[in-house]
């Protein structure tokens, strides 16, 4: 029989790997998507399948982690075998500012699914995934962080992630459903949200390699994460689900670096070298040595990273590090992409892209590029 598996969030990064690889497993795969008033399915535009067409097995539903209603009735339609959870305003820096609609959609909307389970009566057939996150170590009680580790969460973000992941434990033990957190560190790729920090930081450096802008203005640079692949995890979220028990594990490389690093890493692929210069908010990154010819429109001394402490987080996250033990020994799972494969393909990706945008430029097709 083929299995049917439902992804909320299947438009974001990790929904577009997660359906790939399980379309690639064999699956029927359903996706929610938003209602917006510009497409939003860029990133899986390449799976898209005609409406038109018989025999589909990757099939898009409009819906929304607030509105109980319309999730009970598409889990209704559809009696998936597996629901993944990964559907979330899934911004650490945004939840201080949106934080009752961040608990709507991260703590509510999980439990609107558990619910739907529930009410339907899909406990014995229904296996859920919810993306929890590091998030939840925030104000970390001991390095490296496992899955035994005390929660601390310092944002709006976490503090619903957190009700998320308790609740799923809940509905585990009390109803029997199949629920599994996979408490995943950062994890990245081409496709990450433009305003993360490790995407903001690749694409800013291709943009001011090829003169499209002057300078990267980031927010704490000294906070240190550990960094995945997201294609990586996405195997992992599957891999949860088809154990004999259902159980919560840590999903991480096992190692850290520091956004400061992050960058030295990106500007080092386009044959930067930058110095680092003064402290704290009168940090500066200068060039001072540029090898190669993929920087035209950089010049040597030129300032290209400043500090701007609007990006500061009211409370901030200073250092995550995970110990992904557990994973590796009864899930065998083990990264596989590092961070430099990582960073290499972010920024070449970034690059091209530059590169088109300089070319429309020259010819006098003006573009701003968005930087928020
Ligand atoms: P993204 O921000 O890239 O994707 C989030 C997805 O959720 C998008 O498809 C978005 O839709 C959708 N979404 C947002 N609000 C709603 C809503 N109200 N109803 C339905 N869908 C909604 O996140 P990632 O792919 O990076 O992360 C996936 C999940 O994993 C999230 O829950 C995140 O919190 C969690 N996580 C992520 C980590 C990471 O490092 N990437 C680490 C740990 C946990 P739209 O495209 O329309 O905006
Ligand atoms: P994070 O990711 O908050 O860890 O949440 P993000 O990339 O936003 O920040 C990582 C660290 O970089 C610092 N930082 C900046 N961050 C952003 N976005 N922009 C900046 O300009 C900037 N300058 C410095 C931040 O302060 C922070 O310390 C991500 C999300 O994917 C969550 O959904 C997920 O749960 C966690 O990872 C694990």
Redesign the pocket.
């Known amino acids: 029989m083929q299995k049917k598996a439902l992804i909320?969030?299947?438009?974001?990064?990790?929904?577009?790997y997660l359906a790939e690889f399980l379309l690639e497993k064999g699956y029927e795969v359903h996706g929610?998507?938003?209602r917006?008033s510009l497409f939003?399915t860029g990133?899986i535009d390449h799976i898209y399948q005609d409406p038109h067409v018989d025999n589909r097995n990757f099939i898009l539903h409009y819906?929304?982690?607030?509105?109980s209603s319309n999730l009970i009735r598409i889990i209704k339609d559809v009696e998936p075998d597996e629901i993944y959870?990964?559907?979330?305003?899934?911004?650490v820096a945004v939840s201080f500012e949106s934080p009752e609609?961040t608990a709507?959609?991260?703590a509510m909307?999980t439990i609107r699914l558990l619910e739907a389970i529930r009410l339907l009566g899909l406990e014995k057939k229904t296996k859920f995934y919810q993306?929890?996150?590091?998030?939840l170590f925030g104000d970390v009680r001991e390095s490296p962080q496992k899955e035994t580790t005390p929660f601390y969460p310092r944002s709006p973000?976490a503090v619903a992630?957190m009700y998320a992941y308790w609740i799923c434990v809940n509905y585990r033990e009390a109803y029997g459903i199949y629920a599994c957190n996979?408490?995943?560190?950062?994890?990245?790729s081409p496709?990450?949200?433009e305003t993360?920090v490790t995407r903001k930081i690749t694409r800013a450096i291709a943009n001011i390699a090829m003169g499209l802008e002057d300078c990267l203005y980031l927010g704490n640079m000294n906070a240190l994460r550990d960094w995945g692949h997201?294609k990586d995890?996405v195997e992992m979220q599957w891999l949860m689900l088809q154990q004999e028990t259902p159980d919560d594990f840590v999903i991480a490389t096992g190692v850290q670096y520091s956004v400061r690093q992050f960058v030295d890493f990106a500007a080092k692929e386009l044959g930067i070298t930058i110095e680092w210069q003064g402290k704290d908010e009168q940090e500066i990154g200068i060039v001072i040595n540029i090898e190669g010819d993929k920087a035209p429109g950089l010049s040597l001394g030129q300032k290209i990273v400043a500090v701007d402490p609007k990006y500061y987080r009211p409370t901030e996250v200073e250092t995550l590090l995970g110990d992904p033990s557990k994973a590796k020994e009864k899930l065998g799972w083990e990264p596989v992409i590092t961070l430099q494969e990582m960073v290499a393909e972010m920024v070449q990706v970034d690059y091209r892209e530059a590169c088109k945008h300089a070319i429309l430029k020259e010819h006098g097709y003006a573009m701003s590029v968005a930087k928020e």
Do not use: C, M, P, W
Not at 131 to 135: G, L, Q, V
Not at 182 to 188: S, T
């Open positions: 909320t969030g299947v438009t974001g990064q990790d929904g577009s929610i998507k938003r917006s939003n990133r819906g929304d982690l607030t509105d959870n990964l559907g979330a305003q899934s911004h609609y709507d959609v991260d909307g993306a929890s996150t590091s998030e973000y992630k996979g408490i995943l560190f950062n994890h990245e496709r990450r949200g993360f997201a995890y």
